[in-house]
Nanobody, 128 residues
């Protein structure tokens, strides 16, 4: 059973930074794409960022491009989300997710249905 545990959320002022971490169990972490999604109160869950299994390619939502950076350390089974220049509209619960299937051509990095395992989420609150 795969377990994903997020950490690093908190309260920060607008313009500040946070780094989220997601530690994954299992020995096949390096074979799967990883993604970050978020859900604000009263809104649907939305894609934030994703990274291929090797870490060679990354994908971002337009709303965070240039401010957020996703990375991974396959030796540590961990994926990170560095968030800079945070805005109040970034306030949400952030979830990491692991691909449902092995990372191959055609994987839908931006779609939540492509991910089969989810963490419990970590709250990020940005005050104005």
């Amino acid at each position: 059973q795969v377990q994903l545990v997020e950490s690093g959320g908190g309260l920060v002022q607008a313009g500040g930074s946070l780094r989220l971490s997601c530690a994954a169990s299992g020995r096949t972490f390096s074979s799967y794409a990883m993604g970050w999604f978020r859900q604000a109160p009263g809104k649907e869950r939305e894609f934030v960022a994703a990274i291929t299994s090797s870490g060679s390619s990354t994908y971002y939502a337009d709303s965070v491009k240039g401010r957020f950076s996703i990375s991974r350390d396959n030796a540590l089974n961990t994926v990170y989300l560095q968030m800079n220049n945070l805005k109040p509209e970034d306030t949400a619960i952030y979830y990491c997710a692991r691909g449902r299937v092995l990372d191959t051509y055609g994987f839908q990095y931006r779609r939540d249905y492509a991910y089969g395992y989810w963490g419990q989420g970590t709250q990020v609150t940005v005050s104005s």
